[in-house]
């Protein structure tokens, strides 16, 4: 809650030391609870003014689930540690009714003054050791030349040995650059199938802690739903562990291995459960019983501290937004909950949990819009250290269980990465490219299943309501963008490829574009061009001349973009603190400009005077451009997700498996299609190519297809 830099704060007879979350007075020092520490770090930051109850709730507990006695109580410890120095001074004050305020001067020490006055110091030791030592000499004219002629050859010789030595030293770095950028060679990997063959779809992982079972989840091919498995790595035998009515999912074990936690959830009739399984020594089930009834349409990640008979768990909702989800410590004895992590509410949340083994530490993975950070932290959430951050998505990261490094694999780039937490050391490995996913790693062997899904490109004919399949490769399509008389994709074929299809006719484009990565990007009709954009990198591009007009590098992340007329450009650029605000840029001055102040996640053009805008809880908001007001248009806040388009004073939408049309000027929906006719498919991205007689839906297709698991192990 405080600023990085600052390491000491300063009050009363106290020092708050900001690292260590622990309080010194007198030669004393008392370490702060995560609640006790966030509660003092508030009032520090809001010193001699009054903060309600509602307000801590809001910033400090950061739900609205908090009750009176749990504020008293937070309240009353802190007080009891801030008496207990020799002034006793009352920092802490109750205004009845009101809530409380902390008096009292404070005075920040940032890292930055430490850093000045040891270099100070330091100067003025050398200073005074040199004043101590120092002779005034009294020579003579004869021996002046003598000391003279000498220091001149000492000179010399010097030269030449620094001469030689700078000259060596160059060499060994031109040597060790050599080296360093030589590229590696990239793991290879042997494979072994650990699955039985039977066209069924594997998915979600789960290795136990031993490393001797692994659970997976299998489609039944008869009923659709989602069962697990138990494969023994030992044997490869497969054994059929759970069969409910609807999907199951494994979501953690036990530390011994002999239990197991799965979650049974189906969105339609709103149920999501917890259960535990206990195994034989067959590995079959010898018992069952639910652990609680969870909210969330997504699966859940979850680790067991039987020391403290508890799980931490990701628990989706957090401060009512179905999408977003914080960490959560369980007793499975009382069902008391307390929270964990408190991510932002303009993030996806928490979503993997991980416990090293002697379950001191937990690693858990941060959702941000177009980043995944990882993070280390006390199991009570406290010392939290974010160790890695990437723009490509990290679904999840282990411990080692021989040591405290952590691993993780990301698929895009083909890396492998350890992160060793007791000497903050970073190590990637290259990975030959493969067609793996669900990876699961450890230091000695890889474990995947082979791709179950990829995007083609579909076309619907609104008109005579039938869908066109444009492509069907094992490669992912993305990205379809509507041009004057056709459509664009991408496709990540070895590089980033650009295909066109333009009157029945489809064509792969050699490209000029410096990318090698995309997230998307909009059409100018007036003269063709191409905006496209990359983490902080904007592309003007003419897919027609294949020419790259220009690019741009803004300083934040860029969230999404669209054309606002000829000469600008709209951005949802995210902030330091994670905000998502929509700006105009200038492609002639390249100047920023903040129109809206409101976060958002995708932005659409009206007119050259009004924009619609998403907001982080699905609500469209209509803004003009010349007043500066804004109003609602459509509320979609029941949806998990959604994806939407504006054309002809309409708004598409698609929650993933349907397309709606809503009228701003009827105020009425209606279907283009129900549902996508492809079984196992999911609507990720969509545009529009309408003229006076025919409305074409081009659309992004995620789909499964039957896989399989499989161990990899490194070739020697």
């Avoid at 708004?651 to 929906?669: A, D, P, Q, S, V």
Wanted: glycine residues 4%; proline residues 2%.
């Amino acid at each position: 809650m405080l600023d990085a830099n600052i390491t000491q704060v300063k009050f009363a007879d106290w020092l708050l030391l900001t690292r260590s979350c622990s309080l010194v007075s007198d030669g004393t020092t008392q370490e702060l609870t995560p609640l006790n520490y966030k509660i003092l770090c508030y009032f520090i930051l809001n010193p001699n003014r009054i903060v309600s109850r509602d307000e801590f709730i809001s910033s400090v507990w950061e739900n609205h689930y908090v009750d009176d006695n749990a504020i008293n109580k937070a309240i009353s410890d802190l007080r009891r540690l801030l008496k207990s120095s020799d002034s006793a001074q009352i920092l802490i004050k109750t205004h009845y009714k009101k809530g409380y305020s902390f008096v009292g001067d404070v005075e920040f020490v940032r890292e930055a003054d430490l850093e000045e006055a040891d270099k100070l110091l330091n100067q003025a030791s050398e200073q005074n050791v040199q004043d101590e030592n120092r002779i005034e000499p009294s020579l003579t004219t004869n021996e002046e030349e003598k000391i003279a002629d000498s220091q001149k050859k000492i000179f010399q010789i010097l030269s030449t040995r620094l001469f030689l030595s700078i000259l060596t030293i160059l060499l060994f770095v031109l040597a060790g650059s050599y080296w360093f950028l030589k590229e590696p060679i990239p793991i290879k990997f042997e494979s072994k199938k650990l699955s039985i063959s039977d066209d069924s779809i594997y998915s979600n992982l789960s290795l136990s802690p031993s490393n001797e079972k692994l659970a997976v989840t299998k489609e039944n091919m008869k009923t659709g739903v989602d069962e697990i498995f138990l494969i023994d790595l030992d044997t490869h035998k497969n054994t059929k562990i759970i069969s409910e009515q609807y999907d199951s999912y494994p979501i953690g074990w036990a530390s011994n291995s002999n239990s197991i936690y799965y979650q049974i959830i189906n969105n339609a009739m709103k149920i999501c459960e917890i259960w535990r399984a206990d195994f034989k020594v067959n590995n079959e089930v010898s018992t069952k019983e639910k652990v609680l009834e969870c909210d969330s349409q997504y699966i859940l990640s979850t680790v067991t501290d039987e020391q403290h008979n508890r799980i931490i768990y990701t628990k989706f909702g957090y401060r009512n937004v179905p999408s977003l989800a914080a960490l959560v410590a369980r007793d499975l004895e009382t069902g008391e909950e307390f929270q964990v992590t408190s991510p932002n509410i303009d993030s996806y949340g928490d979503r993997f949990v991980s416990l090293l083994p002697n379950k001191e530490k937990i690693a858990f993975v941060r959702m941000q819009t177009g980043l995944s950070q990882i993070y280390i932290a006390n199991p009570d959430g406290s010392m939290q250290k974010k160790v890695y951050e990437s723009t490509e998505r990290i679904n999840r990261v282990e411990w080692d269980n021989n040591s405290q490094s952590l691993l993780w694999y990301l698929p895009n780039s083909q890396q492998f990465y350890s992160y060793d937490t007791n000497l903050a050391s970073l190590k990637k490995t290259a990975v030959s490219r493969n067609n793996y996913s669900n990876i699961l790693v450890s230091r000695d062997a890889f474990i995947a299943t082979t791709k179950a899904s990829d995007a083609d490109i579909y076309i619907y004919n609104a008109n005579a309501h039938k869908f066109e399949q444009v492509t069907d490769t094992r490669k992912n399509e993305f990205s379809p963008i509507s041009s004057e008389n056709g459509f664009y994709f991408f496709s990540d074929n070895e590089g980033l490829m650009l295909s066109s299809y333009t009157n029945g006719e489809l064509n792969v484009l050699a490209s000029a574009l410096n990318m090698d990565s995309l997230v998307g990007g909009d059409f100018k009709k007036s003269d063709g061009q191409l905006a496209l954009f990359q983490r902080n990198r904007i592309v003007l591009y003419h897919p027609k001349d294949n020419e790259e007009l220009d690019s741009f590098m803004i300083e934040n992340r860029i969230v999404h973009l669209v054309w606002l007329n000829k000469a600008k450009l709209l951005l949802i650029l995210e902030g330091n603190q994670s905000e998502q605000h929509i700006w105009t840029f200038d492609l002639e001055t390249e100047k920023l400009q903040k129109i809206i102040h409101n976060d958002a996640r995708r932005v659409a053009k009206m007119d050259n005077s009004k924009i619609i805008y998403q907001d982080f809880y699905n609500n469209l908001h209509l803004f003009d451009l010349t007043d500066g007001t804004s109003q609602l248009l459509l509320s979609l806040k029941g949806h998990a997700y959604i994806n939407w388009r504006y054309l002809d004073n309409h708004i598409y939408y698609t929650t993933g498996n349907n397309l709606l049309k809503f009228g701003l000027e009827t105020r009425k929906e209606t279907v283009v299609f129900d549902e996508f006719s492809v079984k196992d498919s999911f609507i990720f991205d969509f545009s529009i190519v309408k003229n006076s007689d025919l409305e074409n839906i081009i659309l992004q297709i995620h789909r499964l297809r039957s896989n399989e698991v499989v161990l990899l192990e490194p070739v020697k």
